[in-house]
């Protein structure tokens, strides 16, 4: 962790020139292949990021961070109009973290044109049609697009190794940007991020600052569901979905999307033969809810 202000970049190449610039400072000291660990964010940081930059910084030379509110993943114009906006203290965490380098583009920069014209150029496939991807058509095609578009401008020059931070929180986009690099043959190492929760339990997400302390109440079904689900599973038992449905419903006012158990790395989800017997191998349950006034999600990894 360093006491030096990260350096601010506003347009690709002053990123492109600062990353080099720092590797070859590395290089020149005597390492040989630098790491650069790059955590890709929308702002609005709170711990839960400090996750990620603690880990991208225990596990690299450099840590870049990417600060952009991402419109084309926005299927609701006003959550993006409201999306919370506060560069001075992502700048004040990211330092405290150790972050060195940050990319904080314009929309214009990252989309000239923009709202004018084409700017979903990269697809998630059918990983991005299912959950998420079905509540908000087209969400995933928009982050595949920055996060493909972030990977091209900041992917440091050789020799450097490059990784790339995501919270497992996310862990939908998870599995598609990590099946994203794969198929595009983009080399960067995927690095997920344990998902954070406050001590009531609930996961930590930039959206919480707009509930109420009765919101926050609400919001705890989700995480209740998922233990739910997971203490079946540690005891052997069969997942009673349906049971883990019913605690959500239970809240007042809250509007359960879905709550599936997947497949960790394809997203299909377990047939109800498999869940009618204990879990052979390690499951995903998903979870998304309107808790008024924003829409959380959440997830936990079942252990047989």
Avoid at 169 to 190: G, S
Avoid at 239 to 255: F, G, H, K, W, Y
Wanted: proline fraction near 8%; charge should be negative.
């Amino acid at each position: 962790m360093t006491d030096q202000q990260a350096l601010l970049a506003t347009t690709a190449d002053a990123a492109k020139s600062l990353i080099a610039q720092q590797v070859a400072e590395l290089i020149e000291a005597g390492n040989p292949r630098p790491t650069v660990g790059l955590v890709p964010t929308m702002g609005a940081l709170h711990d839960g990021h400090g996750a990620l930059f603690q880990q991208a910084r225990d596990e690299n030379d450099l840590v870049v961070a990417s600060v952009f509110v991402n419109p084309l993943q926005f299927d609701q114009p006003e959550d993006y109009e409201h999306y919370p906006r506060d560069l001075t203290a992502d700048l004040e965490l990211i330092t405290e973290y150790g972050g060195d380098i940050v990319f904080a583009p314009s929309t214009e920069h990252m989309y000239p044109g923009y709202p004018a014209g084409p700017h979903i150029t990269v697809s998630a496939g059918q990983m991005g049609q299912m959950f998420e991807g079905a509540s908000r058509p087209g969400h995933f095609d928009g982050v595949c697009t920055v996060v493909a578009k972030l990977w091209n401008i900041l992917m440091p020059p050789s020799p450097a190794v490059f990784r790339s931070y995501f919270g497992q929180k996310d862990a939908q986009q998870l599995a598609i940007v990590t099946r994203m690099a794969k198929d595009l043959n983009i080399d960067v190492e995927i690095c997920p991020v344990d998902l954070v929760r406050a001590p009531s339990g609930l996961a930590l997400s930039s959206r919480n600052v707009r509930l109420d302390d009765h919101g926050m109440e609400k919001a705890l079904g989700l995480s209740k569901a998922l233990h739910y689900l997971a203490d079946q599973a540690t005891q052997g038992e069969p997942l009673d979905v349906s049971a883990a449905r019913d605690i959500i419903r239970a809240q007042e006012n809250v509007d359960l999307d879905y709550l599936e158990i997947v497949d960790p790395e394809t997203l299909t989800p377990l047939s109800d033969e498999q869940l009618a017997v204990p879990l052979e191998r390690e499951a995903l349950a998903l979870v998304a809810a309107w808790v008024p006034p924003v829409r959380l999600i959440d997830n936990m990894l079942l252990a047989p």
